[in-house]
């Protein structure tokens, strides 16, 4: 897991498998992520992908942690903000098992994990190995628009 900030994309360019983080980081740096319908936006195939959302946040209670086996996630905030929780996939209990066409599982909220809000401007990298829990309100529930760069890794 990884929390950062807009003006440091360009360090995470090299990670990951054949260019796709680069790819990945084109997008972010070179897009008008503010006008971006939701929608999935094809970068590079079924390798490096984005989703823009936007929906109302919901109580943490809410939420659910989620991992993936096959693809890195970056949530990076365009408008609003969200509490993102973080907990090893080790340390959490499957609520729904691991659907291969939709690349998810589903957790309980036994561990809270740790939680961080996420402004405009601001990401957190989810790797496979990364139990996350997006769409929790900062506060009261609120709008907020978002992309979730998706990089295959493997």
């Given amino acids: 897991m990884i929390f950062d900030l807009k003006a440091n994309l360009e360090f995470y360019r090299n990670l990951g498998i054949a260019g796709r983080y680069a790819k990945a980081v084109d997008f972010l740096m070179n897009t008008?992520?503010?006008?971006?319908?939701?929608?999935?936006?094809?970068?590079?195939g079924d390798n490096v992908?984005?989703?823009?959302?936007?929906?109302?946040?919901i109580p943490?209670?809410?939420?659910?942690?989620?991992?993936?086996?096959?693809?890195t996630d970056i949530q990076?905030?365009?408008?609003?903000?969200?509490?993102?929780?973080?907990?090893?996939?080790?340390?959490?209990?499957v609520s729904v098992p691991y659907n291969p066409e939709k690349d998810v599982m589903f957790f309980d909220?036994?561990?809270?994990?740790?939680?961080?809000?996420?402004?405009?401007?601001?990401?957190m990298i989810f790797n496979p190995w990364d139990g996350h829990k997006p769409k929790a309100a900062d506060g009261e529930p609120a709008p907020i628009k978002k992309v979730i760069v998706k990089i295959k890794e493997n």
């Fill in 109 to 123: 909220n036994a561990n809270p994990g740790l939680q961080a809000a996420v402004h405009a401007g601001e990401y």
């Fill in 76 to 93: 990076y905030v365009i408008q609003g903000s969200e509490v993102m929780s973080f907990a090893p996939v080790s340390q959490l209990n």
């Fill in 32 to 44: 008008d992520l503010e006008n971006l319908e939701p929608g999935k936006y094809v970068i590079d």
């Fill in 60 to 71: 943490w209670e809410e939420a659910k942690f989620e991992a993936h086996e096959n693809y």
């Fill in 49 to 57: 992908f984005a989703n823009v959302v936007e929906y109302t946040t």
